[in-house]
């Protein structure tokens, strides 16, 4: 009897309009001809040194590349980043002065005043004089003025020395030469006037300034920093120079704990940030003591650096100071001690592309390295290290041309430590809560050219996809398949991107109708796969292979240099999505239509060994069988069945059980043909399938047995099968197998079935059909058939198996089984 088994999976509608399956397609759905791929995920090895950019990153020959490696000493760092900024912006003047030039002067240039002679300009010249007036009017060199009271008379007499705003009169009034202080003695001797820009709190030498409503609260602040600075502040800078000048043992827990303490105590003096305005006089001593050259001691330091707001090239610095301490493993466990992640988590939170990408270079760096660890692991996911990688990914893709390539360099650190990142298990709500696997796309569409972040990228995704709730958040991203063939094909040769790919690919299709079906119609993609299928399809003729049989076509991509185990690793993956891909009933026959996908599936079981290339071959018969299931008129595969069918061979007698189960399911389907029967009576593969039967293995059994099935329709087969001993063998895997796999069972008894129904000649012995009666007389009792199914809801799945795949055809068997006699 000849069955062919309906497709009812989880691609095809459910007729029944409740949306619940019912009890066939459940059944079904449990041993069906189509058969999803499963394979293992590429193992990404770690980097035995830790350093910017691995020796396989393409930036690892560029002289423009950050470097690993440095030196770091106090002379490095800017003492005068003391200095706060006013946050004061000046206000634009309100019209331009001009300046009247008479008419009748031949020079105009001789008409606009002269500045005031200087007295000593006679006795120094010019040049001299002018070099001195520059610099007595630069702001920056003055020294502030202290105790200068400012009282009525006084604030009278500056009012009276302020320019004029009518600048007509000013330039034509005559010049009255005079003994005059010089524009920059004045501005010392007038500290009353308001020139307009005020400077903020955290600028030291802030002044109070007639009518300011806060003039009395800016003292008594002041007032307090200095108490605070000269009672507590100071005495710790002093104990951190002489405890650094001595070099007594156990200093450098000393200093460390000198460190927390003037954090401490500019933390509760509200002087971190760059408030304080002695902050010159606290770094200059801290970038001192870096020349200690102490780890622990360094880390304090960087802390307490970062918590005064360090910029520029001080910020660069201290990111180096920590990406250098942690470079080494060893270091690893002051990091798990110390705050100072919070400090550089904050760092990548609010510094610029623009203004600190390197700083935020080795920041990110750090990250990278830390993340290795399994302890700090756990710590960077408590403080949300994902959600600043997120922040930060946007401000990067929004980084304009000039930062191109810095933001490149910072998506390779950042993109390597969310590989880290991923293995951890509480890592992937965190990852599709805050989108991080969309916004990758996103990051892989405007970086598509540099393989270093397209391959960090894969290994994410390789490694998420493999999990359902991720697959989904994949899944629902425009484009991703689209983006995924595009990757493929620019980045052909670089093996490693190419393989994670595919295994995402491979798990995206897995599960997924619609992914099955959107990856299809995808522009471009089966000449994709197909082309990166011929250019790793290995035809060197080396040992394990068959050599070529004839020249490649000038069409195909050269093979990229990849080692025999590397190339065929991509195979694995590339065929697995095949595989998975035909199991949709709309794709399935396109791909059995296709030439070229139907003869590089051939090529491979000719070029390969069992021996050397199981998984591989495996995969490959596995998708021959899914194809096979399609017999269309259209279908390569059914026109090249007894090809097939000799292909299959080398598995069938491999020592590999998970190719020969492969094999004999691929005859199961192909044995329908009568050519295909006859070759595998001729070849005598019937031996080993009746071997079969003596499997412990279910699913080996269950493919012994559609084999036999198809061979018994065929009156010489079964003569040949009774003397092979079949039928006994058959009633054993019955008897042992049967009450534990009802669909199994089934299958026994259609083969049985077979096998008898031309005659009775094939089970002459009295007892032994009087043994099988019995036997499936008991089993068709419901009864007995499940009273050692202890589960409810496997009691209820066996159940509808046993009334759906077991019960007609064991009724059918009996009744040819009984004697005439009892029949009537």
């Known amino acids: 009897m000849e069955r062919k088994q309906e497709i009812c999976s989880p691609f095809v509608p459910r007729r029944n309009s409740t949306g619940r399956k019912t009890s066939a397609e459940i059944v079904s759905e449990a041993r069906q001809s189509l058969r999803v791929q499963s394979t293992q995920r590429p193992f990404t090895p770690r980097d035995g040194h830790r350093q910017l950019f691995e020796k396989s990153s393409v930036r690892a020959d560029r002289d423009s590349r950050p470097p690993s490696a ?21 206000s634009p003047l309100d019209h331009k002065p001009k300046f009247p030039v008479p008419c009748d002067v031949e020079d105009p240039f001789k008409a606009f005043p002269k500045p005031p002679t200087d007295p000593l300009e006679g006795k120094r010249g010019l040049p001299g004089a002018r070099a001195r007036l520059l610099r007595a009017g630069s702001l920056t060199m003055l020294a ?24 007509t009169e000013v330039c034509s009034s005559p010049h009255k030469p005079g003994p005059r202080r010089t524009a920059s003695e004045s501005r010392i001797k007038q500290p ?129 100071l920590i990406f250098q301490i942690s470079r080494s493993e060893s270091n690893d466990i002051l990091f798990q001690h110390n705050s100072i992640i919070d400090s550089f988590l904050g760092v990548l939170s609010k510094e610029d592309v623009s203004s600190s990408g390197e700083a935020l270079l080795y920041c990110v760096g750090t990250l990278k390295f830390l993340s290795g660890n399994g302890a700090i692991l756990r710590l960077l996911l408590d403080k949300n290290c994902v959600g600043v990688a997120q922040k930060l990914i946007q401000r990067l893709r929004a980084a304009d041309d000039a930062n191109f390539t810095v933001a490149g360099h910072i998506l390779v650190q950042l993109t390597a430590t969310l590989r880290n990142l991923a293995d951890h298990p509480d890592s992937r709500p965190l990852f599709v809560s805050f989108s991080i696997l969309p916004e990758l796309c996103l990051v892989l569409r405007h970086h598509h050219k540099d393989p270093d972040i397209c391959t960090n990228i894969s290994r994410i995704y390789s490694k998420l996809s493999s999990y359902s709730e991720c697959r989904l958040a994949l899944a629902q991203t425009p484009d991703c398949y689209q983006l995924f063939l595009e990757l493929l094909s620019k980045h052909h040769q670089k093996q490693d991107l ?77 065929v697995r999505v095949l595989a998975n891909m035909c199991i949709h009933p709309a794709v399935g026959p396109a791909l059995a239509a296709n030439t070229t996908c139907i003869q590089l599936l051939m090529e491979t079981l000719e070029l390969r060994s069992a021996q050397e290339s199981g998984e591989l071959l495996v995969n490959v018969a596995a998708t021959i069988n899914n194809l096979s299931f399609y017999q269309e008129d259209s279908s390569v595969l059914r026109d090249s069945q007894l090809t097939m069918a000799k292909l299959m061979l080398k598995l069938v007698l491999s020592s590999s059980m998970d190719a020969m189960l492969e094999a004999t399911r691929v005859y199961g389907n192909l044995s329908q043909s009568k050519d295909v029967r006859d070759f ?97 007389s008991t089993y068709s009792d419901e009864e007995e ?5 202890e589960n409810e809801d496997m009691r209820d799945f066996h159940k ?3 009334e759906l795949e077991f019960l007609p055809v064991a009724q059918k068997l009996m009744k040819t089984l009984q004697p005439p006699d009892r029949t009537a």
């Open 498 to 574: 190419v393989v994670r790919l595919l295994f995402t690919l491979g798990n995206l299709t897995a599960k997924s109708e619609e992914a099955r079906l959107e990856l299809f119609q995808c522009d471009g993609c089966m000449d994709t796969l197909l082309q990166l299928y011929d250019a790793y399809q290995r035809r060197d003729g080396s040992p394990h292979t068959h050599p070529q049989k004839g020249p490649p076509s000038p069409s195909r991509p050269q093979a990229p240099p990849v080692s025999v185990q590397e190339g065929e690793d991509v195979l694995v993956k590339l």
């Open 70 to 90: 440095f030196s770091l000493h106090a002379q490095n760092f800017d003492a005068p980043d003391s200095r706060p900024g006013s946050g004061t912006r000046l």
């Open 192 to 320: 009353s006037v308001d020139s307009g820009v005020r400077l903020t709190g955290c600028r030291a030498g802030r002044r109070a300034e007639p009518g300011n409503e806060d003039n009395s609260t800016t003292s008594t602040e002041e007032d307090a920093e200095s108490l605070v600075w000269n009672n507590v502040i100071a005495p710790l800078l002093q104990q951190l120079e002489s405890v650094a000048a001595g070099s007594s043992e156990g200093s450098v827990d000393r200093l460390c704990d000198l460190c927390d303490g003037l954090h401490g105590a500019l933390a509760e003096a509200d002087m971190l940030g760059r408030r304080c305005k002695r902050r010159s006089g606290i770094l200059r001593t801290l970038f001192r003591l870096i020349d200690l050259n102490s780890a622990q001691l360094n880390l304090h330091i960087a802390k307490l650096c970062l918590a005064l707001c360090v910029s520029g090239n001080n910020l660069l610095n201290i990111c180096k």
């Open 785 to 789: 058939a499940l009273k050692w199914i």
């Open 680 to 776: 595998i009576m001729q070849n005598k593969v019937h031996h080993f399938v009746v071997t079969l039967l003596d499997s412990k293995s279910t699913e080996m059994c269950f493919s012994a047995c559609g084999i036999l099935t198809n061979l018994a329709l065929d009156p010489p087969n079964r003569v040949r099968l009774s003397a092979e001993g079949a039928a006994a063998k058959l009633v054993d895997c019955l008897k042992d197998l049967g009450p534990g796999d009802w669909q199994l069972a089934g299958q026994v008894c259609q083969a049985l079935w077979n096998l008898i129904c031309g005659g009775s000649e094939t089970l002459p012995d009295t007892q032994e059909r009087e043994s099988l009666l019995e036997i499936l």
């Open 800 to 802: 509808a198996c046993w």
């Open 144 to 167: 502030p003025v202290e105790g200068q009271k400012d009282g009525p008379g006084q604030k009278q007499l500056s009012a009276k020395r302020l320019p004029s705003t009518d600048h």
